[in-house]
């Protein structure tokens, strides 16, 4: 019997390996056919006046935006490109919302190809406005709108699937690994559109739009949702950050024991014993205990993540002077940061088991980085360099951490009773939360940058801020968590030199 588990354990880690591998793909093409517009935009509006005119240009030679994409030729082109970034994004952060109570009832196989094809065509569409030659500023809003509710279908559908797959007990790491994909995606979406920007911008969306469809099929053929539909057996949810946090506390009088009893009700009356699990409402996923404080705190990061990643390139081209090009591909540094910090956010969670202050932590140190780097980044390349690496990681380092292993980590908590079918709406609420605080930060920072760039990263210090003050009753949890171990250690430690 022993022989006949370990055989079958075999192809299961096979499985296992290849999940993690297509879900990183998966969210790969998300990212990445995002990415474009960060780096087409300088190539929307730029300075004509050191441009040679073409002969069968039909502006006139005192018209110094001949080189612009109109309506991006105006003199408003920051506030109108803020709209068309937002447009996508308040579409996102509405269709999240939804997408997790979708994404729980559906088959994810069939969810995620409709949503990657989907996306891929309006991803494309964008770049063929460039051949159409479309210049009706409602078109790409419209596009960016559509494009953005559809792919809401793409995150709680991966977190989920990987969840369904890995326990507990690495679930730090390995997610902070996996997550990488959404560096890599914003990476190779840069490289991408540098190749076309300068000549034919519209291959610069069309490209990833393309291959992002073709991920798309790939995913209905071969993705694969339950290790059950396998023969392999499910992971072990429990153990970790949540017990140990509300083992430092009286079970009876703990803050959360109210609505954790009420949770654990409201999961158990809803199902037979026999019966499937049923799907947790989306009110009732808010009273898991630690859903509102990092749906609120990723509100807060990803506000400065996504800032970064629309506006960067446009920071760069406009402070440093390099090319479009350039810009874009000196951008790509702060996501390559993003991978490392993600990786180290997670380890070192696991190692203390201490999710949200690894994530206090960073932030803290985020705040004075960015500071640093809007003053004396731009001094050289080199320094330039490194601010950018050290910034993208303290950054995307907590954005990473709570958007994997700590929604998976909540979406699978004890109080469910084992309903695993909560981690779709866990996870479409708190990356819902935080895509506001995604689309908020580039508007904020279209609205902001005419005034300076230097009031864009203040504001972004402020959210900074915010986001790590909101994790302060979470940590306060962690640090009794941490005492109370410790006191037991110092007690087992005493019994043994006693029993000598």
Excluded at 83 to 88: I, P, Q
Excluded at 144 to 149: A, E, R, V, Y
Excluded at 304 to 326: C, D, G, M, Q, R
Excluded at 331 to 342: A, E, K, P, Q, R
Aim: net charge negative; charged share 10%; hydrophobic share 45%.
């Amino acid at each position: 019997m022993g022989r006949e588990a370990l055989v079958r354990e075999g192809p299961c880690d096979a499985y296992r390996g290849f999940i993690l591998l297509i879900t990183f793909l998966i969210y790969t093409c998300y990212h990445m056919s995002r990415k474009p517009i960060s780096v087409v935009k300088s190539r929307l509006h730029r300075n004509c006046s050191g441009m040679i005119q073409p002969i069968n240009d039909t502006h006139s030679l005192n018209d110094t935006t001949w080189c612009n994409w109109a309506p991006f030729d105006q003199s408003n082109y920051k506030e109108l490109l803020g709209a068309v970034d937002n447009a996508f994004l308040v579409a996102y952060a509405v269709g999240m919302f939804i997408s997790g109570i979708f994404g729980e009832r559906l088959p994810l196989r069939y969810y995620l190809t409709a949503g990657m094809l989907l996306s891929g065509l309006f991803t494309s569409l964008l770049g063929l406005g460039y051949f159409w030659n479309i210049h009706a500023l409602w078109y790409f809003v419209l596009i960016q709108i559509c494009n953005g509710l559809v792919q809401t279908t793409g995150w709680p559908s991966v977190v989920t699937c990987v969840g369904n797959w890995f326990g507990k007990g690495k679930r730090g790491l390995i997610m902070g690994i996996w997550n990488s994909h959404t560096s890599v995606g914003n990476i190779l979406g840069s490289l991408i559109a540098g190749i076309w920007v300068d000549e034919q911008w519209g291959l610069s969306f069309v490209v990833p739009g393309v291959i992002t469809a073709i991920m798309g099929l790939i995913t209905f053929f071969f993705f694969i949702e339950y290790p059950e539909d396998v023969g392999c057996s499910p992971p072990q949810h429990h153990g970790g950050l949540e017990e140990n946090v509300d083992d430092a506390e009286d079970p009876g009088s703990g803050p959360h024991s109210n609505r954790e009893n009420g949770l654990e009700s409201a999961v158990t009356s809803s199902k037979e014993p026999s019966a499937q699990p049923a799907a947790i409402s989306f009110f009732g996923a808010l009273w898991i205990p630690g859903v509102v404080e990092f749906s609120l705190c990723l509100l807060f990061a990803k506000l400065v993540s996504y800032t970064f990643l629309y506006w960067l390139p446009l920071y760069i081209f406009n402070v440093v002077h390099f090319s479009a090009k350039e810009s874009g591909d000196l951008s790509t540094l702060f996501d390559v940061g993003g991978i490392v910090g993600g990786i180290l956010a997670g380890l070192i969670s696991d190692y203390t088991n201490g999710r949200a202050t690894t994530c206090c932590v960073m932030l803290i140190l985020a705040a004075p980085m960015m500071f640093l780097y809007n003053y004396v980044g731009q001094s050289g390349i080199s320094i330039s360099i490194v601010m950018l690496l050290i910034c993208g990681a303290l950054v995307n380092g907590p954005y990473a951490l709570i958007t994997t292993a700590v929604s998976a980590d909540l979406g699978t908590h004890k109080s469910l009773k084992g309903n695993a079918k909560a981690l779709s709406t866990v996870t479409a609420i708190i990356d819902g939360t935080g895509s506001i605080g995604a689309a908020l930060g580039p508007l904020l920072a279209g609205l902001i940058s005419p005034t300076g760039w230097n009031n864009v990263f203040y504001m972004l210090i402020t959210a900074d801020i915010l986001a790590c003050l909101l994790l302060c009753r979470l940590v306060y949890k962690e640090i009794l968590a941490w005492k109370a171990s410790l006191s037991r250690d110092r007690g087992s430690s005493v019994a043994l030199t006693h029993a000598r």
